[in-house]
């Protein structure tokens, strides 16, 4: 370990003074094993990252739960301190300040009787008639929503409030299949025993991407630099991959997460 990581993660576990570090409030909703309700408790990666910082900073972050769609728009409306798991877009940079602690990428999910081997959605668009429902306020890449506005067109997309519908729907065969990354699609069909009825493949239009967590720029700059190297930290010294491990698995989570977490520390900011 060198001398300047060290020296982070030291910093990472010295709490800035109370009146230093105002209560956050954190936008979370339904994303399968990056967030999720348990009773009334909420569970999930990115919670246990929150509370992981809220540890080491002692700086107080209060989880609120939000449809997808909502929780952007209360974060644009400065409403929000943090958001839950999210992709990078110019408009959220426009807004906050992005760290990254993991990688994504979505996956093609169809009931076994519509799967086949698609290695790009543009195939499954040209040469299947499977119905896909998929969740408002996700971003995809361009090449992604490209097909997906291609599947509307053609009648065979809607767009739904959250993953507990879709795969409601899925289930009760008003719809065939989504798209969605492991840690969503893997929580919802262990929760409906859909295990064995579905198929997930990765597709050419998904390319894997960090995944991260935004800071409103209206947060104090210390405040925000608190965050970025206690979020530094946590990657860095193994225990975000201890969390992905604690609910997804050792056999999934090395299909996400790299052994070599360089990029993902060199993406946050300073």
Known sequence: MTRRLTTVLLA?????P?????????GISDLGYASYRDGAAFRGTTVDLLQEIQRRTG????????PRGRLYAQFFSRQLEITGTSVRTPERDRQGVWLPYAYTHFELVLVNGQARKFHTLA????????RLNVTRGIAYAPAT????????KLGRLEYV????????????????????PPAIHVLHRRQLNMMDGMTSTQFAESPRTLVGIYVSKSVPQQVLLTYAEATRAIVADGTMKK???RYLGEEITR??????????LDAIPR
């Open 12 to 16: 990472s576990l010295l709490p800035l």
């Open 59 to 66: 700086c107080p972050i209060n989880l609120e739960w939000f």
């Open 18 to 26: 109370a009146a230093a570090c105002p209560p956050a409030r954190a």
């Open 243 to 245: 969390i992905y491990e």
């Open 123 to 130: 195939e499954f668009v040209d040469g299947s008639t499977a």
């Open 161 to 180: 409030n959250d993953y507990g519908v879709v795969f409601r729907k899925i289930q009760a065969g008003r719809a065939e299949g989504t798209l969605a």
């Open 145 to 152: 929503q490209a097909q997906m506005d291609r599947l509307q």
């Open 255 to 264: 299909q996400l997460y790299p052994a070599d977490v360089r990029d993902i």
